[in-house]
């Protein structure tokens, strides 16, 4: 009896998802467990896997929207798995290609076998690689992989098609033709658009700036940087400074980690502020599809390697769509380093419902006065520091006191490492 491929529950607040692409053809044999289509959520993209072996058949095609408990599939369990064909038996029929022999010395005739041809490298790539390859005619074996393992992704497979596209003449360029097309908002940017503009309308949202000098930070970085690589395996970078700083703020100023929470029923009147002990701080990650933003969690008890490793292991997820919805979810603090696009200075916007989000900014050497010769110019490594604060339970004066408290923990590591 054909078994359903049914939509599960993916989390409280999904009730549908859309039909990104089908990872397995319709027709095709699939294995127990074995991804057979990509989900678009407004979270992430995840893959679904066959709850059963059998042959697929599709009744949901790529762009349907469909509800949580929904039937995409059927999969056909009485269907036996495909058998390797037999290799080919050589016959010495007419127009067939002649096969070598050599005499033995006894006078036998000794067939010699033609040698085999290589087998052509498999090219290791993720399931939405292979699909955009597909899709376009593209050889996988001639896309440069940056994937872990030196896996393709489906990031270097459009980067190909770009530097293909941009190589080959307009059509219409020299009769001056303009294009015009049309794609389908997916269904992440859909809901980034609609949590910006509910954050602009629903929290009394300022911004408050400050800046910090890298100078001591960088001189740490670049002076134990191979150390630290060689001992845990991952590099430093300057988020694990910015998240350690942010919790130091954070346990000092604890209404930028708290939540403005509504009424929650006809009998209470008044909303409340959740205050939280724990800091589960998220980092914006930048995609092909949109701004993700997922969370590192209890980073109060969590040491540079651990803040690191943590950072890096969501970044190589979030750009290969394997983020789960958990990991999606619940963070009490955002930080957003618009340095790595050469931002100079932002106003970012909350993630509600969210009360604080730290900008972070691109560094750059200006003149300021030199904290060690008083009354003297020198050039120095700055970067500009930028907290959107929802001002309904954050003060001005709590706003500034967290810059300020990041800045002169940046300024000076060796507070973060012994905790004052």
Same mark, same amino acid.
């Given at each position: ?13 999904? =009730? ?61 369990? =009485? ?24 005499? =033995?010395?006894?006078? $036998? ?5 033609? /040698? /085999? ?19 376009? +005619? ?12 030196? +896996? ?7 980067? *190909? ?50 800046? &910090? ?18 001992? $845990?395996?991952?590099?430093?970078? *300057? ?36 205050? $939280? ?11 092909? @599809? ?8 209890? &980073? ?18 979030? +750009? ?70 929802? $001002? ?22 060796? @507070? ?5």
């Amino acid at each position: 009896m054909p078994t359903n491929v049914v939509i599960p529950s993916l989390g409280e607040s999904i =009730s549908e998802v859309v039909i990104n692409s089908w990872l397995k053809p319709d027709g095709a044999y699939v294995k127990r467990d074995e991804d057979i289509v990509e989900l678009e959520t407004d979270k992430a993209n995840m893959p679904l896997p066959a709850p059963i072996a059998g042959v697929i058949r599709h009744s949901r095609v790529p762009g349907d929207t469909v509800p949580v408990g929904g039937v995409i599939a059927v999969i056909d369990e =009485s269907a036996a798995p495909p058998t390797a064909p037999a290799p080919p038996v050589a016959t010495a029929a007419s127009g067939s290609a002649a096969i070598p022999v050599a005499v =033995s010395p006894g006078g $036998h005739m000794l067939a010699s076998a033609p /040698a /085999a041809a290589p087998a052509a490298a498999e090219v290791r790539a993720t399931p939405l690689a292979k699909k955009v390859a597909d899709e376009s +005619r593209v050889d996988l074996s001639k896309v440069s992989a940056t994937g872990p393992g030196g +896996r393709v992704r489906e990031q270097d497979v459009k980067a *190909f098609l770009g530097k293909a596209a941009a190589a080959a003449p307009v059509p219409g360029a020299a009769a001056g033709g303009r294009g015009v097309r049309r794609e389908r908002m997916s269904t992440l940017r859909q809901r980034i658009a609609t949590r910006l503009v509910e954050a602009q309308h629903n929290a009394a949202m300022l911004t408050t700036f400050n800046e &910090c000098d890298m100078t001591n930070v960088m001189a740490l970085r670049n002076k134990h940087k191979d150390a630290f690589e060689k001992r $845990h395996g991952v590099k430093l970078g *300057f988020m694990s400074f910015f998240v350690r700083a942010a919790v130091a703020a954070l346990e000092k100023y604890p209404s930028v980690n708290a939540f403005i929470v509504p009424p929650s029923g006809p009998d209470s009147k008044a909303s409340e502020v959740e205050y $939280h002990d724990y800091c589960d701080i998220a980092v914006a990650v930048g995609t092909e @599809r949109g701004l993700v933003v997922p969370v590192l969690r209890n &980073c109060e008890s969590l040491g540079f390697a651990e803040i690191e490793s943590g950072i890096n292991a969501l970044a190589v997820k979030a +750009r290969d769509s394997k983020l789960t919805i958990e990991e999606m979810q619940g963070g009490t603090f955002t930080i957003s380093n618009g340095g790595v696009y050469g931002s100079l200075m932002s106003t970012p916007i909350l993630n509600p419902p969210q009360s604080g989000i730290l900008g972070m900014h691109n560094i750059v050497k200006r003149p300021v006065e030199d904290p060690e010769n008083p009354g003297q110019i020198a050039l120095r490594p700055m970067m500009y520091l930028a907290l959107s604060y929802d $001002h309904r339970i954050v003060d001005g004066a709590g706003a500034v006191g967290f810059l300020k408290a990041i800045r002169e923990g940046i300024e000076d590591p060796a @507070r973060l490492l012994l905790g004052v």
